[in-house]
Nanobody
Framework: VQLVESGGDLVQSGGSLRLSCAAS????????MHWVRQAPGKGLEWVSR????????YYTDSVKGRFTISRDNAKNTLYLQMNSLESEDTALYYC???????WGQGTQVTVSS
C-alpha cells in the first residue's frame, strides 16, 4: 500500500489549491478515505472523509463550504479542493485509508496573510 500526496504550495490568503493523493498497491475504490492535517506545533486534525463510491462526504466545521473532497476511482486518486484559504489552513496535509491504517508522507500547504 502506498499513498503519495501532491499539490501543496505557498498561496496567498483567499487563494485556492487542489491536493491529490495517488494510491497504489491496493484498490482505492474499496475504501473510505480521509484527509488529515497537522499545523505547525499542533496535533493531527481530521479534515474530511469520503465513502468508497464518492457520494457521501464529511468535513470538519472549519472547512465546510470551502473544501471539497472527491475521488476518481478509475485513476486511483483522491482529491481535496481547497478554496478561500486562510492562514489557519497552513499545515502538512495527509491522506489516509479508512481506519487510518495507511498514510502518505504529506504535502505542505502554506497560506500567507
Amino acid at each position: 500500500v502506498q499513498l503519495v500526496e501532491s499539490g501543496g504550495d505557498l498561496v496567498q490568503s483567499g487563494g485556492s489549491l487542489r491536493l491529490s493523493c495517488a494510491a497504489s498497491g491496493f484498490t482505492l475504490s474499496s475504501y473510505w478515505m480521509h484527509w488529515v492535517r497537522q499545523a505547525p506545533g499542533k496535533g493531527l486534525e481530521w479534515v474530511s472523509r469520503i465513502n468508497s463510491g464518492g457520494a457521501t462526504t464529511y468535513y470538519t466545521d472549519s472547512v465546510k463550504g470551502r473544501f471539497t473532497i472527491s475521488r476518481d476511482n478509475a485513476k486511483n486518486t483522491l482529491y481535496l479542493q481547497m478554496n478561500s484559504l486562510e492562514s489557519e489552513d497552513t499545515a502538512l496535509y495527509y491522506c489516509a485509508t479508512e481506519n487510518f491504517g495507511s498514510w502518505g508522507q504529506g504535502t505542505q500547504v502554506t497560506v500567507s496573510s
